[in-house]
Every structure is written in C-alpha cells, then in structure tokens.
C-alpha cells in the first residue's frame, strides 16, 4: 500500500495534484485547500489513501496523518464515498467534525454536496467516540482565552452556520458582555439566542 509520497509537483488540478516520485508521476485526489497551497516546482508531502476497485486504483493525499484518519473514518460510514469524505475535509476542520460529532449535530455534514439528511445521521451516530476529541479553542464551555471572539465565531461554524453570520454574531456578544460573562459557554449560549428563528432565517447560509 502507498501509505505516503514525497514528490515534486508537476501539475495542479482544482482537486487533484500530480507529484513526481523517482521519474514516475502519481496522481492524488486533495482537497482545494491542498491544491491551491501548492506551487508547481515544489516539493509536496502527502499522507495517502489507496483506494482499490475492480476497473481502477486511485489516490488520496492529505497533508496531515490526522485527515487521513478522519477520511478512513468517514469512507467506512454507509452511503459515504471518497467524494463525498473529501467534500467534508473541504468544508469542515478535524475539529469542527469531532465537535458536530460529539453534540451529536448533523447540520454541518447536511451542507456538504452529496450527503443527505439520512447519511449525515449516519456519520453523527457511527462516528461517536471513534475521533479525538476537538482542541480546546473548538470546545463550548472552555474558559476565556485571548482571542475570545474568534472561539465562539469557530463554535457556531462547528454547529452549521456560515462563517459571515459566525463572525458577526459573535463579535455582537462578545462586545456586550460583562466581565463575568466572557466565557464561550456564556458567549456562545447568547449568539445562538441571537440566531433564533427569525433572525437564523435571515441570516444563515
């Protein structure tokens, strides 16, 4: 099994990379992020995922061993495929979906192409208890730190809502909170109280 490659990029697709590895060109299926981080002439590492059917063999590359973990997760899930697995690693981080997983919050993986309703069920409830844990500053309910704002923008993306609608919300509350309030548990309790009905259907997308 092709477990990595460390290669020279010879050619850049929307999602997809060609690496140049001892004179032999392999062609590996990323994310965007990875495709427009990477510049042809460099030098590019990826951990890989062989993907083996009856008419082809196919690679998928990630820069992290934690992505190709959480893509071996989701590829195991019923109803998701290599497709579908990468367009989650395209919408969300590795945190955002442990933390959609462990409140047990579908709407996240509602938003990416491909899944539907039933699937992203599937992912929530097959998935719990086999990721690590989301980082601290992804975590409702952790105490202050530095960049407070940004903390609760990230936990409201994590639970469905764009990144604007996030954003804005959340330097809202934070703005006018008390010094006893300046918690992302307090914080994020008032931004969601913020995007209730009327406002959410304004706003959210």
């Known amino acids: 099994m092709i477990a990595s490659l460390r290669g020279t990029v010879v050619h850049l697709g929307p999602d997809s990379v060609v690496i140049e590895v001892g004179g032999v060109g392999y062609a590996v299926s990323v994310t965007p992020d990875v495709s ?6 460099d030098e590019l590492m990826l951990h ?4 083996v059917r009856e008419d082809a063999m196919s690679l998928v ?3 992290t061993r934690e992505e190709l973990a959480v893509f071996g997760s989701l590829i195991a899930v019923s109803g998701v ?6 367009g989650v690693l395209a919408e969300m981080s590795i945190d ?9 919050a579908d709407a996240p993986f ?4 491909g899944i539907g309703p039933k699937t992203a069920k599937l992912i929530v409830v097959q998935l719990a208890g086999k990721l690590a844990p989301p980082t601290a500053a992804s975590r409702p309910g952790v105490t202050a730190a530095p960049d407070l704002s940004a903390q609760v923008a990230q936990a409201l993306v994590g639970l469905g809502w764009s990144e604007r609608v996030a954003v804005e919300t959340a330097a809202e509350v934070v703005s006018g909170a008390g010094p006893d309030e300046r918690t992302v548990a307090v914080l ?3 931004a969601l109280a913020e995007l209730g009905p009327a406002r959410a259907e304004a706003l959210h997308g």
């Open 188 to 190: 994020l309790r008032r």
């Open 110 to 113: 509602r938003k990416v192409s």
């Open 96 to 104: 955002q979906i442990a933390q959609a997983v462990a409140d047990e």
């Open 61 to 63: 590359g990630f820069p």
């Open 81 to 86: 495929g290599p497709k579908s697995a990468l």
């Open 36 to 41: 427009r981080g990477a510049h042809l002439g």
């Open 48 to 51: 890989t995922h062989l993907l």
